[in-house]
């Protein structure tokens, strides 16, 4: 009888502890899935994210090289009115010779001409002379008002590319937003599955009678020779002093930057060209592997390049309506690490 119950118990104990292993195997799994599914959701976001940064680093491109037309017209404009002027000036001048100087007055054209014929000549000049100037004058102000309509053009093309800029912010801003969150839903079903996994190991060493042991390992991140480049050091100095700059679509000064404008005008300082564009800064240099990324280094993301500072850290310029500011070097997926020193 009495062994009959102490099977029966140890049955019971078995069943239970099947269950339970069970339940827990089925909660891990399940956890599993939703990572998955969030993984897909972070990928489609940050293709979309991707996408839209490359939209937006031609724009900043664009915007550049129309910052550049608008400057080029104002020097045409201001040569052309220079001329316009110099022109003017000559022809005050020559009018005063002609009209107001006794030496060439129309009276002693009629006096000093030998007959009719001579007369006409010398008006005929005179009118010649006129009607070179006029022309002359008349071209000038064309120039100039034609000059004047292609700024007024230049100036709503800018405008144009500032709101569609707008509109893209907008958008990045949401998508970042929703990235965020898709990460904090990460982290969180992260431990919830270390957590279930934990339980489920407890559950299989109390089933083996087996006494629990913790594995300990020390992981050791991969370390690099650190140079000690001067360039690279005086790069990360320079943009540590650059902090707080507002974000400007095609800026590459201290008075603005976007993020490609940005990494250039720090190597530029120093006498490295870098590319003007994010998409081409991410083939120029040598690629490093991202475990030995030292500071100084360009990461490239998708459409989008900052300046690796150390200790898994970035300073870049994020987007209209940001500054130049430190973050997180896991914004988002890194494409490459590229170095230029």
């Known amino acids: 009888m009495r062994k009959r119950i102490i099977r029966s118990l140890t049955a ?11 339940v827990l195997a089925d909660e891990v799994t399940d956890i599993k ?14 293709d979309e994210l991707a996408f839209l940064l490359t939209q937006m680093d031609e724009l ?64 005929e000049y005179v009118q010649q002379v006129y009607d070179y100037d ?15 309509n292609l700024m007024v053009s230049l100036e709503n093309d800018k405008k144009s ?40 190991a407890a559950a299989v060493a109390a089933k083996a009678a087996q006494a629990a042991t913790t594995a300990s390992s020390n992981v050791t991140a991969p370390t690099t020779a650190n140079n000690d480049s001067a360039l690279a050091s005086n790069v990360v100095s320079l943009a540590y002093s650059l902090l707080g700059v507002p974000y400007v679509s095609g800026g590459s000064s201290p008075s603005g930057f976007d993020c490609s404008g940005f990494t250039s005008y720090l190597y ?21 592997p991202l475990a030995s990324a030292q500071p100084g280094d360009i990461i490239c993301y998708p459409g989008h390049v900052a300046l690796y500072i150390g200790g898994g850290q970035i300073i870049h310029a994020p987007y209209p309506g940001e500054v130049v500011k430190i973050a997180s070097v896991n914004i988002m997926s890194i494409t490459d690490v590229r170095r230029y020193w």
């Open 33 to 46: 899935n939703q990572q998955n599914s969030l993984a897909q959701e972070k990928q489609n976001v940050e």
């Open 161 to 200: 590319l500032e709101n569609m800029a707008s509109e893209l912010t907008s958008k990045q801003a949401l998508l970042y937003t929703t990235l965020d969150d898709l990460n904090s839903k990460d982290a969180d079903l992260s431990s919830k599955l270390k957590d279930a996994q934990q339980r489920a």
């Open 12 to 22: 019971t104990v078995l069943i239970t502890s099947i269950m339970g292993m069970t």
């Open 134 to 148: 006029r022309s002359k004058l008349d071209e000038m102000s064309n120039t100039a008002k034609s000059i004047s």
């Open 60 to 123: 900043e491109l664009s915007m550049a090289q129309k910052n550049d037309e608008i400057e080029q017209a104002n020097k045409d404009l201001a040569s052309a009115q220079q001329k316009f002027n110099s022109q003017q000036d000559d022809m005050k001048l020559r009018i005063k010779y002609m009209y107001e100087d006794q030496s060439t007055s129309l009276s002693e054209v009629f006096l000093s001409s030998k007959n009719m014929s001579e007369v006409l000549n010398k008006a």
């Open 268 to 288: 530029r300082q120093y006498g490295v060209s870098l590319s003007r564009s994010s998409s081409a800064q991410a083939y120029g240099g040598e690629s490093v």
